[in-house]
């Protein structure tokens, strides 16, 4: 009995040694390959590096930098003249193309000749059914075919009067493509009829949302609108000198909107708190009058309180 108890703790005691070494073995093992993996990753990430060095220190590589940085200064420059010189051209192009007495007339095909390439030719408009006036020409888009070919797209708004005697006029929006040339000075031709292109739609965008903050008073409420009205009727009608007394000195507001609209009433403002700050946050509707045409304004304002009185911080178009 004794022997056999001996003999069996002695296998135990070789399997449990035997064990032992198979996991010393296997992490021997493991961390082995992790070695080799990471030799081989700092290998290709010095190897990597060495070539961008020599890349930089090679003959020609400060030339060829210089010639990159010019040729995208270059073309900056480009885009900017292209924006400000050819859309300009492409609206005064616009105005005269679609402004027409509704007969024929040589003074139409004279004014728009000036605006293009040689040999292009457009007609007089003769339907004798409406004369045109365009109220707004505005440049939307441009597309650069190349560096001296591009297509700029515009918005008119255009009155339709009509030649007949009672007939009601009617206003709409037009949008067209006008293919425009550069020659080496800088000088542009429409190069090629109009083309008309579909409107452009609003995105699915929600609309701005109000201000978060903490509740507050009904009698604070009143107070803030009876300083808002105050406050509304200086900006739209009065001086620089008259908003000063209702601004913080910190404010960013520094001028008036007088000699535009006038202000008419508030509709309705929501007011809420900035825990952070402890400001009031203002969401506002108003009424103003543009030559006695009532027209809604949706200003976003904070408001701050010292002294007893009630002082405009910022006027924003969403909650800032």
């Known amino acids: 009995m004794i022997f056999k108890t001996k003999e069996k703790k002695k296998k135990e005691s070789v399997s449990k040694e035997k064990e032992h070494k198979s996991d010393k073995i296997s992490v021997i093992k493991t961390d082995k390959w992790m070695k080799i993996g990471r030799i081989i990753l700092w290998t290709v990430i010095l190897f990597l590096l060495l070539r961008g060095i020599a890349s930089i220190l090679a003959p020609g590589s400060e030339q060829r930098l210089e010639q990159i940085v010019t040729?995208?200064?270059?073309?900056?420059?480009?885009?900017?003249t292209v924006q400000v010189e050819a859309a300009a051209f492409a609206e005064d192009f616009a105005y005269e193309y679609y402004t027409f007495s509704g007969k024929f007339n040589s003074d139409y095909e004279q004014r728009v000749k000036r605006y293009l390439a040689k040999n292009l030719e457009i007609k007089s408009p003769s339907a004798d059914q409406y004369q045109t006036i365009v109220n707004l020409a505005s440049a939307t888009e441009i597309t650069y075919e190349s560096s001296t070919n591009f297509d700029v797209d515009v918005h008119l708004q255009v009155t339709y009067v009509p030649m007949a005697v009672g007939a009601e006029k009617k206003q709409k929006d037009i949008y067209i493509r006008v293919p425009i040339n550069a020659d080496k000075k800088g000088n542009y031709a429409v190069s090629s009829m109009p083309a008309y292109v579909p409107q452009i739609k609003a995105a699915a965008i929600e609309p701005v949302d109000t201000y978060k903050g903490g509740q507050v008073e009904t009698g604070e409420i009143q107070k803030i609108k009876e300083t808002l009205n105050s406050f509304f009727t200086a900006y739209y009608s009065g001086t620089s000198n008259e908003?000063?007394?209702y601004l913080t000195a910190d404010s960013e507001i520094k001028d008036v909107a007088a000699g535009m609209v006038t202000f008419e009433k508030l509709d309705y403002a929501t007011v809420c708190r900035d825990e952070e700050t402890n400001e009031y946050l203002v969401d506002t509707t108003l009424t103003v009058l543009d030559n006695k045409q009532p027209m809604q304004q949706r200003l976003f304002l904070r408001v701050d309180y010292a002294k007893k009185h009630y002082y405009i911080k910022?006027?924003?178009?969403r909650p800032v």
Not at 71 to 80: F, I, S, T, V
Not at 314 to 317: A, H
């Open 71 to 80: 040729d995208y200064q270059a073309d900056a420059k480009l885009r900017e």
């Open 243 to 245: 908003i000063s007394y």
């Open 314 to 317: 910022s006027i924003n178009t």
